[in-house]
């Protein structure tokens, strides 16, 4: 179990941080990028949630739902920024990391949702509700992480990777199915030529 007694160290005022096995880094080294992208994903849905629980009746059966999906998600990627934070071949015996059954998951859960929406006819624009419009900024941050771990494809396992390409697709489902579950409107792109 982890234990914290103090945040400050002073460590990391010279600009450089500690991974997993205390090897020093300097903050802008690629392996802590992907693991502060990743911190970030994990507050713009803890953000999410925020708005989900401020949620009120009938939307409330809709919201506890895409809360327990999204808390889940918080776990997992506090697992993947933690195996993220190890270097190559680094990761202690005692942690447990994800497997490919999480992305498995997501897929099986956007596929649920996807069978109460209509296919869409055009791009969509990044809008909505709180809740949804979050939803995508975490989308979009997801994604980043994404692309930062690919920039370390050969450090980081092929199942991390495609957990976050999987969790930035299911971040854009669940908004769409929260959009549709509460009777919104999806606000879709015109392309250049056909807007006034």
């Given at each position: 179990?982890?234990?914290?007694?103090?945040?400050?160290?002073?460590?990391?005022?010279?600009?450089?941080?500690?991974?997993?096995?205390?090897?020093?880094?300097?903050?802008?080294?690629?392996?802590?990028?992907?693991?502060?992208?990743?911190?970030?994903?994990?507050?713009?849905?803890?953000?999410?949630?925020?708005?989900?629980?401020?949620?009120?009746?009938?939307?409330?059966?809709?919201?506890?739902?895409?809360?327990?999906?999204?808390?889940?998600?918080?776990?997992?990627?506090?697992?993947?920024?933690?195996?993220?934070?190890?270097?190559?071949?680094?990761?202690?015996?005692?942690?447990?990391?994800?497997?490919?059954?999480?992305?498995?998951?997501?897929?099986?859960?956007?596929d649920s949702m996807l069978e109460d929406l209509e296919p869409l006819s055009s791009f969509i624009l990044p809008t909505g509700s709180p809740?949804?419009?979050?939803?995508?900024?975490?989308?979009?941050?997801?994604?980043?992480a994404e692309r930062e771990a690919c920039a370390l494809r050969e450090e980081v396992r092929p199942e991390v990777i495609s957990y976050l390409?999987?969790?930035?697709?299911?971040?854009?489902?669940?908004?769409?199915?929260?959009?549709?579950?509460?009777?919104?409107?999806?606000?879709?792109?015109?392309?250049?030529?056909?807007?006034?």
């Amino acid at each position: 179990m982890v234990r914290i007694t103090k945040v400050h160290t002073g460590g990391g005022d010279g600009g450089e941080t500690s991974l997993v096995d205390g090897t020093r880094v300097g903050k802008e080294h690629p392996r802590v990028a992907i693991y502060g992208t990743i911190d970030e994903a994990n507050s713009a849905i803890g953000i999410v949630r925020m708005e989900l629980g401020r949620a009120s009746f009938p939307m409330v059966e809709t919201c506890d739902y895409a809360d327990k999906l999204l808390g889940r998600i918080q776990q997992e990627l506090f697992d993947v920024g933690a195996e993220c934070a190890c270097p190559p071949g680094g990761v202690p015996e005692q942690m447990t990391i994800i497997g490919s059954d999480a992305g498995e998951r997501l897929v099986s859960e956007m596929d649920s949702m996807l069978e109460d929406l209509e296919p869409l006819s055009s791009f969509i624009l990044p809008t909505g509700s709180p809740a949804v419009a979050n939803l995508h900024m975490a989308r979009t941050i997801v994604r980043r992480a994404e692309r930062e771990a690919c920039a370390l494809r050969e450090e980081v396992r092929p199942e991390v990777i495609s957990y976050l390409n999987r969790l930035s697709d299911h971040c854009f489902v669940l908004g769409r199915w929260i959009t549709a579950q509460t009777g919104e409107e999806e606000t879709l792109w015109t392309p250049l030529g056909k807007r006034d």
